[in-house]
């Protein structure tokens, strides 16, 4: 497939998910500047978490500490989802039009991302244009994504899931090493770190069962293949530091004692089992 090509069918692709994201939240198309979807909640953090990068980069301000929030003691981003990747994704659409607006884009703008990850990764499996669609469209609205619409801009950004695993499968497969080949990946994975610490967790963990799995009934003879695991070792020294430095406030925050403590049976009912995965 030519270039010309393959740039056509992304650029069908995403006014298609931009229709269905239009059709799927509507009438959020019409009202972007003035409401946001679900009932109060966390969707007005996030909001507001929106305005306040704002401020940061406007003025300066530590993005951190917020010493008018929950006066006299303050208030630390870390004590919730900080999601620095959803919120500057958001940011174009807050100086343009206020933080409202900008949190309206940037949850469309993830349904649309969603579906590219996928489309691509479906497509060149199959070198199906359509296939590509149907699993992009499967993927980006999701009962999982709809039901997180209401207020979790933090988990709407399952756009960089599907691209770090089809890049991972890419280290994997790769014959040689490049920077393309590992960089990629270690992107995708920071910007995982960047969105949300359940992501992070989540995708470490089925990295490990993915490449047992690719070695174990895929390429078992790759098992005692040096490059291979030079590679995964390059990848991991360059993605672990970028994902921990996401990672380092919250941490920060518990080193201090700063966390309420939890309670076996409330961790419980919010925790993700076995077939959540």
Known sequence: MSLSSIRR???LAAAFFTLLAVIFTWPLAIRLTLNVV???GDNYYFVWLVGWFQKVLDQGTPLLSIPQLNYPEGWNLAYNEITPAMALLALPGSWLSGPVFGYNVSILVSFILSGLGVFW????LTGNFVSGLLAGAAFSFAPYRMAHLYG???LMGTQWLPLFFMTFTDLLQAQRSTWRTIGLPVLFLALIAATSQYYLYMTLLLSLVYVAGYLVLV???RISDRKLWSRLALFVA???????AFVWPYLRLAIQNGLPPRSLDE??????????F
């Open 9 to 11: 069918q992304t650029w």
């Open 38 to 40: 679900g009932w109060p």
């Open 121 to 124: 990764w479906v497509r060149r």
């Open 152 to 154: 979790h801009l933090n």
């Open 219 to 221: 390429e078992r003879q």
């Open 238 to 244: 360059l993605a672990l530091p970028l994902a921990a």
């Open 267 to 276: 961790v419980r009912l919010w925790s993700a089992s076995p077939t959540d």
